[in-house]
């Protein structure tokens, strides 16, 4: 546990069990505002259940996570979640353009879709380069293009914080180029990414900080590649 | 005078029921809760029969008031099961359905024996009888009708939220656990409510056809929602129009027979068109 200090999330005590199995034991670790954090660590280890118990999916077994000091409850819509692309109907009747619209903050105000929501919808998909198939169906798009277009409902919420989970899972390098470059820019702006990823020769260009899961949390704190090589040894 | 009122009296309770089981049919298809309907109004038997034992009261206010109960009860024992048991959804539905729909046989078996007066009303239930919904005072069954039909065209960007990406719309509607159960309960009600037209045993296909013929149709929830209301209206003044010249044919089945051919109709179409065209 290399940083301590409060930060853009800060995770106290926590300790989570699932079907009987402890997966954290108490732990606390926080991440600075203004880095791209991934988490990694090998298949089972628990990724994407500390993603998920952060954001309050999972009830942990003690403990809590704090987003900018507060519970999540308060500063939800500063968060946008992009989750692994199986838990949605993919026969569910949308368009692209459609599904980005329901990101926009102001998506849920009066019956019919404003144009300013449209508005914002479009400016999203301009962002991920999906402007040109944004009537297309979602069953219809390939893999990538998909994951692109939740990375642009999640642009359209206007967080200050993205979490992702597994945004490069099946996708083509363009896409993975596409949405590398946008986290980029997004982390620029002065906002954060917090990413469950498991690619280690990509890692260092895509991120800058890394939490280290396995059976617990086993090292937060700057990504470089003596690090991966440290730690990755014992991992995989 | 008497008939034309009658009929006018049918007429607006086609609108207005026909709004509300498409509004219903619509979401239940897209949420692949049709089977879900089908065996709430199945379960709403007992509670239909039960209720009429007990009191011997032959208003439909009490007898569907205990069909809502048995069939809210058939839905929670359904996701009792579904969690408690290591069974397949089908299997839970399928459990669900048969407790229920035996219990309701059995009380129906007693009704019938012990000759309560005004049973007849308990036969009604299970073929439907838009006269005897329209005679009544019908005016509540308008009223509730048209305003879950409102409050369900008001919701339509919640329900696609809901159905489509369920974990997103835990991060968007932070209070989304009651929403579902609104949505679950306000089902129950549309299905208790078109039970005395279309009977228990075509509820269920009046429940899934409406919105499967709007689904095949459009690739846009909004346009199905209004397809299906459609599409139900129609079965519904249908059914009107063959209760009307055919006095002792139920109104269940020729309301629920529109839907079914308009289906087979459309999937036909479907197929003709996608060979024609090559599109699907």
Redesign the interface.
Known sequence: MKNNSKGIITVEDLSVTLNGITIFHPTAFSIPSGVRCAIMGPNGAGKTTLLKTM?G?IKPVSGRTLFWDMQI?KC?KD???V?QQK???WN????AF??VC?GVRE??NG?F?SSYVREKAREALRIVAMEEISEK?INELSGGEKQRVFIA?AFAQEPKLLLLDEPFAGIDVFSERIIANYLKNFVDDGNAVVSVHHDLYTACDYFDWVIIVNKGIRYVGPLSEAVIKEYFFHVY | MFIESVLLSLLCTSLFLGSMIGCVSAYCVVKKQGMLGDIMSHASLPGITFAFLFTKSSSPLLLLLGGSISALLSGIFFLFVKKIAPLPKNGALALSLSWFFNMGIIGGAIVQRLLIEGQGIVKHVFFGNFVILAAENTHWYMILSFLLSIFFIVTIKYQKVMIFDEFFARTRIPYLYYFEIIFLCLTVIAIIIGLQAVGILLMGSLIITPGTVARMITSSYEKMVFLSIIVSIFAFLIGVFGVYYFSNIPSGPIIALFPIILCIGTHIFGILYSSITGKS
């Open positions: 954001i999916e409850l939800y968060i946008a979640v989750h838990d949605v109907d569910f009747p949308i368009t459609d599904l329901m998506y849920f019956i879709v169906q409902r």
